[in-house]
T-cell receptor
Framework: KAGVTQTPRYLIKTRGQQVTLSCSPI?????VSWYQQTPGQGLQFLFE???????NKGNFPGRFSGRQFSNSRSEMNVSTLELGDSALYLC????????????FGPGTRLTVL | GENVEQHPSTLSVQEGDSAVIKCTYS??????FPWYKQELGKRPQLIID?????GEKKDQRIAVTLNKTAKHFSLHITETQPEDSAVYFC???????????FGRGTSLIVHP
C-alpha cells in the first residue's frame, strides 16, 4: 500500500503571498490531519478533515484553511504569508476520524522570505 | 484541553546504554498514547503505542509503560544504537474523534 504523499516537498514564497499544499492519504483512509512543525513549537495541530468535513480545528488564525475532496485528498491553504509561517507542514492520515493510528506524510518545507 | 509535557528535551547516551523518555498528561480521559520517532529530515513514524487498559507493552528493544493514576507514561529503549538517534514525540488522545496532543519532543543522541 502506498504511503501518505505530499506535494510539493519544498516551497519558497514571499510575505503576502498565498500557498496551497496537497496531501494524498493512504488508500482507504478517510481522515486527514494537518500539523505545523517548527523547532520552537514542536508539532502543532492545524485541523482535521473527515468525509470532506472539518471535524477538529487547532488554534491557528483564519489565514490557515483547508478542504477535503471526495477521494479523501486534502489541500491546505495559507493566505497572506508571514515570516513566522516558515515551517514543515505535515499531514497524517488515519482510517477513522480523530485519534488512532496516524501515518504521516514526508511534509512540505515552506520557507517565507 | 489536553496538555502533554515531555522530558528531557535532549538526551545523550553512550551506545549500549538505556534511554528513558517521560511524558505526563493532564486529561484523565486520555486513553491512547502513541510514540513517534522522527529522524533528521524524515517524517514522524509510529514506533509503539499503548492503550489505557494495558500497563506495559514491549517490542524488542522498545517498551512503553503507563501509570494512569499518576497520568504519566514513559518510553524505554534498551541497548541503544547510533541509529536510534532521532527526535521522539509522545502523544495522548482520548480516542474516538479526538486528535492527539503531542509533547515537544526529545532529541536522543546515541554516541558510538
Amino acid at each position: 500500500k502506498a504511503g501518505v504523499t505530499q506535494t510539493p516537498r519544498y516551497l519558497i514564497k514571499t510575505r503576502g503571498q498565498q500557498v496551497t499544499l496537497s496531501c494524498s492519504p493512504i488508500s482507504g483512509h478517510r481522515s486527514v490531519s494537518w500539523y505545523q512543525q517548527t523547532p520552537g513549537q514542536g508539532l502543532q495541530f492545524l485541523f482535521e478533515y473527515f468525509s470532506e468535513t472539518q471535524r477538529n480545528k487547532g488554534n491557528f488564525p483564519g489565514r490557515f484553511s483547508g478542504r477535503q475532496f471526495s477521494n479523501s485528498r486534502s489541500e491546505m491553504n495559507v493566505s497572506t504569508l508571514e515570516l513566522g509561517d516558515s515551517a514543515l507542514y505535515l499531514c497524517a492520515s488515519s482510517r477513522g476520524q480523530g485519534a488512532g493510528l496516524q501515518f504521516f506524510g514526508p511534509g512540505t518545507r515552506l520557507t517565507v522570505l | 484541553g489536553e496538555n502533554v509535557e515531555q522530558h528531557p528535551s535532549t538526551l545523550s547516551v553512550q551506545e549500549g546504554d538505556s534511554a528513558v523518555i517521560k511524558c505526563t498528561y493532564s486529561d484523565s480521559a486520555s486513553n491512547y498514547f502513541p510514540w513517534y520517532k522522527q529522524e533528521l529530515g524524515k517524517r514522524p513514524q509510529l514506533i509503539i503505542d499503548i492503550r489505557s487498559n494495558v500497563g506495559e507493552k514491549k517490542d524488542q528493544r522498545i517498551a512503553v509503560t503507563l501509570n494512569k493514576t499518576a497520568k504519566h507514561f514513559s518510553l524505554h529503549i534498551t541497548e541503544t544504537q547510533p541509529e536510534d538517534s532521532a527526535v521522539y514525540f509522545c502523544a495522548a488522545s482520548k480516542g474516538g474523534s479526538y486528535i492527539p496532543t503531542f509533547g515537544r519532543g526529545t532529541s536522543l543522541i546515541v554516541h558510538p
